[in-house]
């Protein structure tokens, strides 16, 4: 039996591979056909996509066997994707020898697929709540302090103290660049 010569790499959706969070009702799907020689000697002469809810599947798109050496901006054109899902996507190539590869590798979830704050599920914005974010409270919090040196800390900040930290009246700070890790 004669080895193909060619394999189906680097699937795509919406030009990423296995993208989470697309927002797409329509995605597209390509494909590279890549030589098991590595000449670039390949021509595609057929393919097939299917898009399903488990691997392998085909509940959600199946192309059809397309006579087509196109391999790039392949449309899904079937059900109706849901939100927050995840799908599968195989593609099957043939060449013009009809030689046969099958690529089954490929997935990606949707997000959303609404603008609307109703989608988020009564979600909220993570953050301090805006009565708390004040120069004293942003200065004297532990993380905004360690960034600046202990030694350093009573020449950077003039005023009163309390409760171990300085309120500033006057605040001239040179900054320097600090990773988290620097930190701690």
Known sequence: MKNKKFTIKHVYIDHLENPLGLDNLSPTISWKLMAEDGS??????????????KKGGADIWDSGIQESDCSTGITCEGETLRAKTVYYVTVKVWNVENEQDING?????????????????????????????????????????????????????????????????????KLQEKTISDMY
């Open 40 to 53: 670039k000697d390949i021509r595609q002469k057929a393919y097939q996509v299917l898009v399903g809810s």
């Open 105 to 173: 590798d490929a997935w990606f979830e949707t997000g959303f697929l609404s603008s609307s704050q109703k989608a988020w599920g009564g979600a909220g914005w993570i953050g301090a709540p805006e009565k708390y974010l004040n120069a004293r409270t942003l200065l004297c919090s532990p993380v905004i302090l360690n960034f600046v040196p202990a030694a350093e800390r009573r020449e950077l900040f003039s005023g009163q103290m309390m409760k171990d930290c300085w309120i500033p009246e006057k605040i001239s700070l």
